[in-house]
């Protein structure tokens, strides 16, 4: 029996694509290997947004080549975003032992269709396996906005939704099987529906999956600051699984920059967001990513980005140095930024952001916070709560449960704490034990 492995790089829509590829190579009859070293197949899913990752797959490539040469197997199928631009890089690489390069760009029907070719077989199509208590769900694919350092819009295309009906029914049949929480997926989610002609079409088919019944947690990634109304923000407020996260990737704190980036906001037009996000949320978490040492970054734009942190104080920052893209209007900006001080730059953000996740979750200390289980070990179950924080919870509980947990100690990645029920037996005994003393 052939034996199949799937290397996956990058975003959540590579997850969910990865998942897709493995139910095909299962409905085709090839069963899953332990390694790279035990497959026939190796199936690389890219991802092109950092350089880091490029050189990633690259390794990858290069190493099936190394097996290959000496046991005639695997053999690699590449996908994903450097499938999209760099298929003769990949091929040099990895020689005879490249099989297929399939354009990230290509809708999955396409890409089963080039690999049952490839495999010479028959794939009757099945539905999704569902293992997670959560699941993402892609709702919209690619990007129209061609940000000047992201090469998105290039490796996925131009933006493609799927129909209301699809999605539900996709919703539908997760919550079927068992998954309790569905991540909307889409590289700018506001945008959703919008080739489709849908008018309102984010915050209607957020309203549409929130109403579906075995749903307990709805969220979505990710949305952009400049397509974000009120309106949304005030009709999200009635959405009772949706859960209290907001992801606003702001990038930069200084307007100069952000106009280089073309992200179409300004810095006061994104704090004003998060005034309104704070006002009518006030138990959300607000999460951010931003980019160090674009293109002529001064000192003074830094400290503008400095400033911006200090005052949003968000609950997690997730940095990046500048990397520049092949093909994208910055990577041809003069004044680039040398490492060094980009990565000066990401240490001065990482110890602020540090300080400010650590404080902004001891904040929970003490109080009593609901974790959807993922994990669960011997004496501790880990799961999350609706604030998207990592909780560790000492006592027992189920896969898919949600159980009540009051917050005991914290730190700058996750939160601890007690079942309920457990804190209640401890505090009883110690009040007993006082008693008896
Ligand atoms: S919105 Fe900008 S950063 Fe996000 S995927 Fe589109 S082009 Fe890239």
Do not use: W
């Amino acid at each position: 029996m052939r034996k199949f492995k799937i290397v996956t790089y990058g975003c959540q829509i590579n997850v969910y694509e990865s998942e897709k590829f493995a139910e095909f190579f299962k409905s085709s009859g090839l069963v899953e290997a332990k390694g790279i070293e035990d497959a026939d197949i190796v199936l690389l899913n890219s991802c092109a947004v950092r350089g880091k990752s490029e050189q990633k797959l690259y390794s990858e490539v290069g190493y099936i080549n190394k097996l290959f040469k000496k046991n005639g197997k695997p053999v690699s199928v590449v996908t994903g975003c450097v499938a999209t631009v760099k298929e003769k890089e990949i091929r040099r690489i990895g020689q005879k032992s490249v099989a297929l390069v399939m354009k990230g760009t290509r809708s999955l029907k396409e890409r089963f269709d080039a690999l049952k070719q490839f495999l010479g077989i028959e794939f009757v199509e099945q539905r999704r396996e569902v293992q997670g208590v959560f699941a993402y769900v892609p709702i919209i694919f690619g990007c129209n906005n061609f940000c000047t350092y992201c090469i998105v819009p290039f490796t996925k295309g131009r933006e493609r939704s799927r129909t209301k009906e699809e999605v539900l029914s996709e919703v539908r049949f997760l919550l079927d099987k068992g998954t309790k929480e569905v991540v909307l997926l889409g590289q700018n989610i506001n945008h959703y529906g919008r080739d489709l002609r849908y008018k309102n079409g984010f915050i209607e088919i957020l309203e549409e999956v929130n109403k579906l019944p075995g749903l307990e947690r709805l969220r979505y990634l990710t949305p952009h600051p400049a397509d974000f109304t009120t309106d949304d923000l005030k009709r999200m407020q009635q959405l009772n699984k949706l859960c209290p996260h907001f992801h606003l990737p702001v990038q930069s704190g200084s307007d100069r920059i952000l106009k280089l980036m073309k992200r179409g906001y300004t810095v006061s037009q994104y704090e004003d967001l998060i005034e309104q996000v704070k006002k009518l949320f006030p138990e959300a978490s607000i999460t951010t990513d931003i980019i160090v040492g674009f293109p002529t970054e001064t000192e003074k734009d830094f400290e503008d980005t400095k400033r911006l942190v200090l005052n949003v104080e968000f609950d997690k920052i997730f940095l990046a140095a500048y990397s520049p893209r092949e093909g994208t209007v910055a990577a041809k900006m003069d004044g680039q930024i040398e490492e060094s001080v980009k990565k000066e730059r990401l240490n001065t953000l990482l110890q602020i952001e540090d300080e400010i996740s650590a404080r902004k979750n001891r904040a929970y200390i003490g109080k009593m916070t609901e974790v959807l289980v993922e994990t669960v070990k011997e004496n501790e179950v880990i799961g999350r709560n609706p604030q998207d924080k990592l909780v560790i919870v000492e006592g027992k509980g189920r896969r898919g449960e949600i159980v009540s947990v009051k917050v005991t100690d914290a730190d700058k990645m996750h939160l601890r704490g007690v079942l309920r029920g457990t804190q209640e037996k401890d505090e009883r005994s110690a009040l007993e034990k006082t008693e008896n003393d």
